[in-house]
């Protein structure tokens, strides 16, 4: 059975850091990604990252948020920096396999205090 668990998410002060983990089981995926849920608004992609490690982020956290994977442990990971109260959300580990199997992760909450 295809797992993700996350974890990492918390309260933080505003310009501080989290580490957001997210273990995956069952198989190996192609491409890997964050998302994230703020009160009342869509579900936002955040950062993507390739098994061959290309990376591309939103351009609201470029340069503050970086993706990684280690594929030994088959996890992923979102260092968050200079986090922001707008960051707040529910951080959602997504992880796709050809030709079109979609997994989602239970979703951990960050919150960024002014």
């Known amino acids: 059975q295809v797992q993700l668990v996350e974890s990492g998410g918390g309260l933080v002060q505003a310009g501080g850091s989290l580490r957001l983990s997210c273990a995956a089981s069952?198989?190996?995926?192609?491409?890997n990604d964050w998302y994230r849920q703020a009160p009342g608004k869509q579900r936002e992609l955040v950062a993507t990252?390739?098994?061959?490690?290309?990376?591309n982020y939103a351009d609201s956290v470029k340069g503050r948020f970086t993706i990684s994977r280690d594929n030994a442990k088959n996890t992923v990971y979102l260092q968050m920096n200079s986090l922001r109260p707008e960051d707040t959300a529910v951080y959602y580990c997504?992880?796709?396999?050809?030709?079109?199997?979609?997994?989602w992760g239970q979703g951990t909450q960050v919150t960024v205090s002014s």
């Open positions: 997504h992880a796709f396999r050809p030709p079109y199997y979609n997994y």
């Open positions: 990252i390739t098994n061959g490690g290309s990376t």
């Open positions: 069952g198989t190996s995926f192609s491409i």
